[in-house]
């Protein structure tokens, strides 16, 4: 799959991502999704600045405020390519651990249009976001590729691409290529809540283990 059709998808489903937001009657929250709208910290990142990211979120877990990170997008295409653990908890991280809400407030992290995150396992498995109890993290508009233990490393770790303790929303988004032990793309584990819409797959999603019952459904293809 390559960025153009990646581009093409994001645009089609934000539109009917947003309609199904209009016909709950959930209008403001479509927009602050969807726009980036202005909070009390916002991050704008240019595309590829691993630095500038893994900044971001560690400053985000400093204050109380509802966060937003935005991915600045010039060119057809935008990667991110990390190659080292940022932290240890739960496996190898490649991006800071999201904390309770209690200490950290919200983060959403968004794309002007797809932006590819992939993950460099040829020495050590290597997971990207890290959800812990309490945390509350949105996606939007990422596709996260090759990430987990996609090579074989003799150390295995649970969630390939995401390992979720808190509070996790994923929308209009896509996994390729992620491989964990347990989950993936996900693992979800006990007490946790994720929400996956207009995710996209190249097999069969990996979700260990499955939500709580009162989580909404995983919605795959925009059904």
């Known amino acids: 799959m390559n960025h153009g059709i990646c ?3 994001y645009a089609h489903i934000i539109k009917r991502v ?3 937001f209009l016909s ?28 500038a990211l893994i900044n971001a979120i560690a400053q985000s877990n400093q204050t109380l405020q509802n966060d937003v990170i935005s991915i600045l997008v010039s060119g057809a295409n935008c990667s991110f390519t990390f190659s080292s653990a940022n ?14 809400t209690a200490q950290a407030g919200s983060l ?7 932006t590819r995150f992939s993950a460099d396992t040829r020495t050590i498995p290597l997971r990207f976001f890290h959800v812990a109890v309490g945390g509350n993290l949105t996606l939007v508009g990422l596709w996260l590729t090759d990430a987990g233990n996609v090579n074989g490393s003799s150390v295995r770790i649970n969630g390939g ?18 491989s964990g032990e347990r989950g993936g793309i996900l693992y979800n584990a006990v007490g946790s809540y994720a929400l996956l819409q207009y995710v996209y797959t190249t097999s069969p999603i990996s979700y260990y283990p499955l939500p709580p019952l009162d989580s909404p459904p995983t919605i795959l293809g925009g059904a």
Not at 88 to 93: F, R
Not at 161 to 178: D, E, H, K, P, V
Request: hydrophobic share 45%; glycine share 6%; with cysteine.
């Open 87 to 100: 932290n240890l908890t739960d496996g190898p991280n490649a991006l800071p651990s999201i904390l309770s």
């Open 161 to 178: 691409a995401i390992y979720n303790r808190g509070r996790l929303a994923i929308y209009q988004s896509f996994f390729t290529r992620n």
């Open 18 to 20: 947003v309609r199904i």
């Open 7 to 9: 581009n093409i998808l």
């Open 24 to 51: 709950a009657g959930l209008l403001l929250s479509a927009t602050l999704i969807f726009s980036g709208a202005s909070r009390a910290a916002d991050w704008n990142i240019n595309c590829g600045d691993n630095a």
């Open 108 to 114: 959403t992290i968004i794309a002007q249009q797809m």
